[in-house]
């Protein structure tokens, strides 16, 4: 009984540790720029005004150009 505890609460750390070690929680981990997330809420903003089975591909086109403006990445 003592060795199954042992590997169950080993595949629980396991878990634990990969779920930290995903590439989202090392770029939340680094912090965003002020101008990165005004950017980001500016233009999506911008963006959600046109819905994407109504306009195509102007959602994400006006998205593109906003963060360009902003000088940012998508």
């Given at each position: 009984?003592?060795?199954?505890s042992?590997?169950v609460?080993?595949?629980?750390?396991?878990?634990?540790v990969?779920?930290?070690a995903?590439?989202?929680?090392?770029?939340?981990?680094?912090?965003?720029?002020?101008?990165?997330?005004?950017?980001?809420?500016?233009?999506?903003?911008?963006?959600?005004?046109?819905?994407?089975?109504?306009w195509?591909?102007?959602?994400?086109?006006?998205?593109?150009?906003?963060m360009?403006?902003?000088?940012q990445q998508?």
């Open positions: 009984m003592k060795r199954v042992k590997i609460a080993a595949l629980v750390f396991g878990l634990a990969s779920a930290l995903t590439p989202s929680f090392a770029q939340r981990a680094e912090g965003m720029s002020g101008a990165r997330a005004q950017a980001l809420e500016a233009c999506n903003k911008e963006a959600g005004k046109f819905v994407e089975h109504t195509g591909d102007v959602e994400i086109y006006t998205y593109r150009a906003c360009t403006k902003h000088a998508e």
